[in-house]
């Protein structure tokens, strides 16, 4: 029997980021959140969101069924990098408060489980096992800020409070790997995304046109954040020899520093351009609000971040039939087939990442068949609806004991 005798059961969807602009921070957990709504029979479950407050990604949440719920905070909720001891002492306090509030809402509206949908948040775990309501903690990142002890000891925290633990990609799983009796079981579901919405058509004409790209250009596409640890260097870096073999090849990078502390990294990348000449080969774009026509403009998309755990940008664009060049020991391996969707180079080898681009730009009819092969691998393994069954049969199970 669900908390509010309704027949249905409530969710509460833990999104502990306060996103202050549309950019591209955040916005996989928001496909994922949106997703597992949408996919969900609403026969049987209620969902409600809570976020730290109201922001650009609200709409997404209601539009695909969900109500709303602020927990009153400017800022986000997760735990951040920073060397200030003192902040580590206000950020318990938030914690607290941000637990105290989650516990309210839990009461008020029913709530029969909670899943939180960041492991560098513990407040709705916290709040969870208080109430004695099933916790899901969703892990979409790697905490690689932490020192590995401190790491292990953390995940060992986030085992002990849920009584399952999701992860997104294969490279999660070592992170989790616990023995010990009542460990709560891992269990994977790969991200998934709504193909529909992705077709080579949308837009691409347009996008280039704006920024001056010519029909005779070949795009190396990136999408995403702007952050050191997004690895956009290694493909500025690659870029002098692809322009070697392929002369009319532009690299076209999609999206901004999202945070204070990446406008630096952001203001070194205008430099290293500069520094190589390459300021008519290279296009910022900044943040846009129609990602899918960025990606229709694209001939590739090319991503170079060592330990992504899965990003959203890779497979929007096989959806798109667009092939990828991942450099990454994340979870690009399990989103792209490496010979079959395009290629899987080493982090940070600016040689390779040039000659996996080079083989695709010289062969279109590589490209085409990595194309198709790319859309529909998204469509057998990361479609919105097998996320959402998954996701489903994850709740029944737990509400079911």
């Not at 529909?196 to 596409?221: C, L, Q, S, W």
């Not at 999609?254 to 952001?266: I, K, N, S, T």
């Not at 170079?304 to 092939?323: G, Q």
């Amino acid at each position: 029997m669900n908390r509010s005798g309704s027949g249905r059961s409530t969710v509460l969807l833990v999104f502990p980021y306060y996103i202050g602009h549309e950019g591209t921070g955040a916005s996989g957990v928001k496909e994922v959140i949106a997703g597992i709504i949408a996919g969900a029979d609403r026969g049987r479950f209620e969902f409600i969101v809570a976020a730290p407050a109201p922001g650009p990604f609200d709409s997404a949440f209601v539009s695909a069924g969900a109500r709303m719920v602020y927990l009153g905070f400017g800022r986000h909720l997760v735990v951040r990098r920073l060397k200030n001891p003192l902040y580590y002492l206000s950020y318990s306090l938030l914690l607290v408060r941000c637990v105290l509030r989650l516990i309210a809402i839990c009461r008020r509206e029913r709530i029969d489980l909670v899943h939180s949908h960041s492991s560098a948040f513990l407040g709705a775990a916290f709040a969870a096992r208080l109430l004695r309501i099933p916790h899901v903690t969703h892990v979409h990142e790697i905490l690689d800020y932490l020192p590995p002890f401190v790491l292990r000891l953390y995940n060992r925290v986030i085992a002990a409070l849920s009584d399952r633990v999701v992860i997104i990609a294969s490279v999660l799983k070592p992170l989790f790997d616990f023995k010990a009796a009542g460990a709560p079981r891992v269990v994977t579901v790969f991200n998934g995304i709504d193909a529909g919405k992705f077709t080579p058509d949308r837009g691409g004409r347009a996008f280039r046109e704006k920024f001056g790209v010519k029909n005779r250009h070949k795009v190396i596409g990136y999408l995403g954040r702007v952050a050191p640890k997004k690895g956009v260097h290694h493909l500025i870096a690659a870029l002098p020899a692809v322009i070697e073999r392929v002369p009319d090849s532009l690299l076209v990078i999609v999206g901004d520093a999202d945070e204070p502390e990446d406008f630096p990294y952001r203001d070194s990348l205008h430099r290293l351009v500069e520094s190589m000449n390459l300021g008519d080969r290279v296009i910022f774009t900044g943040s846009v609000r129609d990602s899918a026509a960025a990606l229709a403009s694209f001939d590739l998309l090319a991503l170079a971040s060592p330990t992504d755990t899965a990003p959203v940008s890779i497979l929007e664009a096989m959806a798109m039939r667009k092939p990828v060049v991942a450099a990454s020991r994340g979870g690009a391996r399990d989103m792209v087939e490496h010979g079959v969707t395009g290629f899987i180079a080493e982090p940070r080898d600016e040689k390779a990442i040039a000659e996996a681009v080079v083989s695709i730009l010289e062969d279109e009819e590589l490209m085409t068949r990595f194309g198709a092969a790319a859309r529909a691998r998204v469509e057998k393994l990361f479609s919105h609806g097998v996320m959402a069954r998954k996701t489903q049969a994850l709740y029944e199970e737990l509400l079911s004991r």
